[in-house]
């Protein structure tokens, strides 16, 4: 059974920068599309980025020119650089494959914009 873990993110002032981390127990991630998806409160979970195994990446509108997702195959991880940070960039977010989910959720890493 795969597991994620999420980490990197906290409480944040607007303008703040994060990274975050999703680290995986298998290799068999280097062959996924993987993604970033959150969950503010009272929300669906979203995609926010995605990268593919060939280093392609999209982004949705709401952070596209802030993020950027990135992977490290050789450490089984992908990582979410977030920058110039909102308050409605407040949410839990949560990595896993892409468009499918083909691993268990992990518990996600908070991120909380606030002055």
């Known amino acids: 059974q795969v597991q994620l873990v999420e980490s990197g993110g906290g409480l944040v002032q607007p303008g703040g920068s994060l990274k975050l981390s999703c680290a995986t127990s298998t290799s068999i991630f280097s062959i996924y599309t993987m993604g970033w998806y959150r969950q503010a409160p009272g929300k669906q979970r979203e995609l926010i980025a995605a990268?593919?195994?060939?280093?392609?990446?999209n982004y949705a509108d709401s952070v596209k020119g802030r993020f950027t997702i990135s992977r490290d195959n050789a450490k089984n991880t992908i990582f979410l650089q977030m920058n110039s940070l909102k308050p409605e960039d407040t949410a839990v977010y949560y990595c896993?494959?892409?468009?499918?989910?083909?691993?268990?959720w992990g518990q996600g890493t908070q991120v909380t914009v606030s002055s």
């Open positions: 990268i593919t195994t060939s280093y392609t990446t």
């Open positions: 896993n494959t892409y468009p499918n989910f083909y691993f268990d």
